[in-house]
């Protein structure tokens, strides 16, 4: 396929991935391999997604200890799980994620994990404070991979990627997922708004990520068109995660399906048409459509003769939502 700078299939990480980091297992094994696909942004470190391969944990495992303990300083994570399982340990509990559910990570919160089965875990991360050496010494080893082992250039990067604590495993009791306020589903969001053709979802809310960004999911069904204002004035980072999308970006025109994330760079003329039923998560996340749609609800519950054209248009500027028009073909 011809070189598309807006589209990044994680179906193929040999073309997709911009370099590569690998964790091990205690017995030496490789445990993960994590792909670069987009670079944090500003203040708060925004925008930043990895692609990465969890590998099953080694048949020597104690799964009834808490494995990978750790916590963040600062930093929040959010992990789509799209194959396999694993236990998450957090806040003293054991539970089960599956393929389709989505962890969300808070600085503070003591969490490890235990893959049942090789698992694809796509994250975004925001807040943390990042160390841009590992980036320069993983472009040495991938030009000169006969330094890859050399003591001198891994004393470059002594911290590694990211604000990461290991901690004593700790004692847990076993929940159901549904129990477990880390494990997030579209199939119970905190709120969901059904429009002709288009449901938004609330799966992360703002304040579950220290204000930074919000989490919603549009599950759109074929035919389902958006245009976005002429110059959008914010990024946006979504994730196809399951359907298919037409995208028009900049006159650009092309096809995202299943494990796409399209990268919609600001002021950037765009618009999108659901080729099939399709799961289109924000992740960039910058705007508040959780307080938007509580607002719109609201007016139209109790006030309903207030729902204008001006008074929507006046909750979109509020909320920075983007969105100029939808329709369905
Ligand atoms: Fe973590």
């Given at each position: 396929?011809?070189?598309?700078?807006?589209?990044?299939?994680?179906?193929?990480?040999?073309?997709?991935?911009?370099?590569?980091?690998?964790?091990?297992?205690?017995?030496?094994?490789?445990?993960?391999?994590?792909?670069?696909?987009?670079?944090?942004?500003?203040?708060?470190?925004?925008?930043?997604?990895?692609?990465?391969?969890?590998?099953?944990?080694?048949?020597?495992?104690?799964?009834?200890?808490?494995?990978?303990?750790?916590?963040?300083?600062?930093?929040?994570?959010?992990?789509?799980?799209?194959?396999?399982?694993?236990?998450?340990?957090?806040?003293?509990?054991?539970?089960?994620?599956?393929?389709?559910?989505?962890?969300?990570?808070?600085?503070?919160?003591?969490?490890?994990?235990?893959?049942?089965?090789?698992?694809?875990?796509?994250?975004?991360?925001?807040?943390?404070?990042?160390?841009?050496?590992?980036?320069?010494?993983?472009?040495?080893?991938?030009?000169?991979?006969?330094?890859?082992?050399?003591?001198?250039?891994?004393?470059?990067?002594?911290?590694?990627?990211?604000?990461?604590?290991?901690?004593?495993?700790?004692?847990?009791?076993?929940?159901?997922?549904?129990?477990?306020?880390?494990?997030?589903?579209?199939?119970?969001?905190?709120?969901?708004?059904?429009?002709?053709?288009?449901?938004?979802?609330?799966?992360?809310?703002?304040?579950?990520?220290?204000?930074?960004k919000e989490l919603a999911c549009a599950v759109m069904e074929p035919g389902f068109t958006a245009r976005w204002v002429k110059y959008p004035p914010l990024r946006e980072l979504l994730y196809v995660?399951?359907?298919?999308?037409?995208?028009?970006?900049?006159?650009?025109?092309?096809?995202?399906?299943?494990?796409?994330?399209?990268?919609?760079?600001?002021?950037?003329?765009?618009?999108?048409?659901?080729?099939?039923?399709?799961?289109?998560?924000?992740?960039?996340?910058?705007?508040?459509?959780?307080?938007?749609?509580?607002?719109?609800?609201?007016?139209?519950?109790?006030?309903?003769?207030?729902?204008?054209?001006?008074?929507?248009?006046?909750?979109?500027?509020?909320?920075?939502?983007?969105?100029?028009?939808?329709?369905?073909?």
């Open positions: 396929m011809e070189n598309n700078e807006f589209l990044y299939d994680l179906k193929t990480p040999e073309t997709t991935w911009n370099g590569s980091g690998n964790s091990y297992f205690p017995n030496g094994e490789i445990a993960s391999v994590a792909g670069r696909i987009t670079d944090p942004e500003g203040p708060r470190c925004l925008y930043w997604c990895l692609d990465t391969i969890m590998y099953k944990n080694p048949p020597e495992t104690d799964f009834n200890k808490t494995q990978m303990t750790h916590y963040h300083l600062r930093g929040y994570e959010t992990f789509f799980v799209d194959s396999g399982s694993l236990y998450l340990y957090i806040n003293g509990q054991r539970a089960l994620a599956k393929k389709g559910d989505i962890i969300q990570l808070q600085p503070g919160q003591a969490h490890g994990m235990a893959f049942l089965e090789d698992v694809k875990w796509r994250g975004t991360y925001h807040d943390f404070e990042t160390y841009p050496e590992a980036v320069d010494v993983g472009r040495v080893k991938a030009y000169m991979p006969e330094l890859a082992d050399d003591p001198a250039l891994n004393g470059l990067m002594p911290r590694g990627f990211m604000d990461h604590i290991d901690m004593e495993p700790f004692l847990f009791q076993d929940v159901a997922p549904e129990q477990c306020q880390a494990i997030k589903n579209i199939a119970r969001p905190h709120a969901s708004y059904d429009f002709p053709g288009v449901s938004m979802k609330i799966v992360v809310e703002r304040w579950e990520n220290g204000g930074a995660r399951s359907g298919k999308v037409k995208f028009n970006i900049l006159g650009k025109e092309f096809v995202a399906d299943d494990e796409c994330v399209v990268n919609v760079p600001r002021f950037a003329p765009h618009s999108i048409e659901a080729l099939e039923r399709s799961e289109v998560y924000d992740l960039g996340g910058q705007s508040w459509w959780s307080l938007f749609f509580q607002n719109y609800t609201s007016i139209r519950t109790y006030d309903p003769k207030r729902l204008t054209p001006e008074t929507i248009q006046r909750l979109k500027d509020q909320f920075h939502i983007q969105i100029e028009s939808i329709a369905i073909k």
